[in-house]
């Protein structure tokens, strides 16, 4: 069974930066993609930033040149660092990572950016 499991969220003042992390363990498949996503209260769950096993890397428009995903593929892990921070990016972040044709998710962490 794979679990996994994000850290680094909190509070932080707008212009602020914090980096999330997601450990996955259990029965590690290698992963295809593996992404962030988030989901303000009233909101729909939108894709923030995915990364492909060889790294290649998509934002969404919101994010992009404020937030970076990476990856370690050998610690199973995925990152992501933002920085400017904007109210609006508060929310529950949640980590996924894809092997087909299975999906995983984690438990999420909340990121409140105060104004």
């Known amino acids: 069974q794979v679990q996994l499991v994000e850290s680094g969220g909190g509070l932080v003042q707008a212009g602020g930066s914090l980096r999330l992390s997601c450990a996955a363990s259990g029965s590690i498949p290698s992963f295809d993609a593996m992404g962030w996503y988030r989901q303000a209260p009233g909101d729909k769950r939108e894709l923030v930033a995915i990364?492909?096993?060889?790294?290649?890397?998509n934002y969404a428009d919101f994010v992009k040149g404020r937030f970076t995903i990476s990856r370690d593929n050998a610690k199973n892990t995925v990152y992501l660092q933002m920085n400017s921070l904007k109210p609006e990016d508060t929310a529950v972040y949640y980590c996924k990572a894809n092997r087909y044709p299975f999906s995983y998710w984690g438990q999420g962490t909340q990121v409140t950016v105060s104004s």
């Open positions: 990364v492909t096993n060889g790294g290649g890397a």
